[in-house]
Nanobody
Framework: QVQLVESGGGLVKPGGSLRLSCAASGVALDYYAIAWFRQAPGKEREGVSC????????HYADSAKGRITMSRDNAGNTVYLQMNSLKPEDSAVYYC????????????????WGQGTQVTVSS
């Protein structure tokens, strides 16, 4: 059974940093592109970033560029999202999701999802 489990969320002050993790079980992550999505209360879920299977290529939403870095440890079956200079508008539940082959924008193309981890940016 494939499971993706996010961790690392929490409460942080504006300007602070968090590193989210997405750990996989039941699947070898190196066969999958991994994306991070987020959903704030009352808003639609939106894509934040994606990393291809090898880790050689990453994609970021305009709102995240320059502040967020995605990386992966295929041997450890874990993907990371380093978030710096956090803003209150970054507050949301963050989800990781996987799909075979490469990154795409549409969330419906991702077949496995984690349960999410809450990120709250507030003073």
């Amino acid at each position: 059974q494939v499971q993706l489990v996010e961790s690392g969320g929490g409460l942080v002050k504006p300007g602070g940093s968090l590193r989210l993790s997405c750990a996989a079980s039941g699947v070898a992550l190196d066969y999958y592109a991994i994306a991070w999505f987020r959903q704030a209360p009352g808003k639609e879920r939106e894509g934040v970033s994606c990393i291809d299977r090898s880790g050689a290529s990453t994609h970021y939403a305009d709102s995240a560029k320059g502040r967020i870095t995605m990386s992966r440890d295929n041997a450890g079956n874990t993907v990371y999202l380093q978030m710096n200079s956090l803003k209150p508008e970054d507050s949301a539940v963050y989800y990781c999701a996987s799909r075979p082959r490469g990154c795409v924008r549409g969330e419906s193309d991702y077949n496995y999802w984690g349960q999410g981890t809450q990120v709250t940016v507030s003073s």
